[in-house]
């Protein structure tokens, strides 16, 4: 049986100008991973988010869930594709986190590095170039990607 991400790269544009405090600094769904074609390669899956990792990776963000102050866009979203009875390894990165990351870090046997399963020229490149368009705009803490798994 396969596994599939599904997802939602968020931002909360506020955020940067009013301080994250600030009642209208909420997050703000931005853009559905369907619309990335991201695919469902294993190791990126892996070396990300911990999902089907038998490739050894330490994962860059694992098991967080669904955030707590995710944007209702995000929520009606999560919830049409089933919610938590139907997802699994629900969790989120930031921008931030993503930009700090050794992507030169293999996997257990040394042969695969983060860079070349889901870095430039992967798929998951698209995603890549939206969150740092947005963090650009907004600041990088206030871009994140929300993903969950059937």
Not at 44 to 52: I, K, Q, S
Not at 58 to 78: I, T
């Amino acid at each position: 049986m396969s596994t599939d991400v599904s997802g939602m790269i968020e931002c909360r544009p506020l955020a940067r100008i009013w301080g994250e405090d600030d009642e209208d600094a909420v997050w703000h769904a931005a853009i559905d991973l369907f619309l990335l074609n991201t695919g469902n390669a294993y190791d990126a899956l892996a070396c990300l988010f911990g999902v089907r990792n038998s490739f050894g990776f330490r994962p860059l963000a694992e098991h967080r869930g669904l955030p707590d102050d995710a944007s209702d866009g995000l929520r009606v979203a999560f919830n049409a594709w089933g919610g938590p009875q139907d997802a699994h390894g629900t969790t989120w990165i930031s921008w931030a986190e993503l930009a700090a990351a050794n992507w030169d870090e293999t996997d257990r046997s040394g042969t695969r590095s983060r860079s070349t399963v889901a870095g430039p020229g992967t798929h998951w490149a698209p995603v890549w170039d939206v969150m740092r368009t947005l963090a650009e705009l907004h600041g990088p803490e206030h871009v994140r990607l929300v993903v969950w798994f059937d």
